[in-house]
């Protein structure tokens, strides 16, 4: 399974729906979480940084 699936399971699995890949300036690769809500699927909450190594996941620390 390659990274973003992993983050994405990962992100279904804590509530969030969105997943997108970001690259820091270091040009390290992480994942921005985002849940919606609502029928017209508004952001309810800040998007969470995921990173995955060696295909487990877990929240970026700040």
């Given at each position: 399974?390659?990274?973003k ?8 699995k ?8 970001k690259?820091?300036?270091a ?16 952001l ?19």
């Open positions: 399974m390659n990274d699936k992993i983050a994405l399971h990962f992100a279904k804590n509530g969030f729906s969105i997943v997108v890949s690259k820091d300036d040009g390290q690769v992480y994942f921005e979480a985002y849940a919606l809500d609502g029928p017209e699927c508004s309810v909450i800040t998007p969470q940084k995921i990173v995955v190594t060696e295909g487990k996941a877990a929240w970026m620390e700040k």
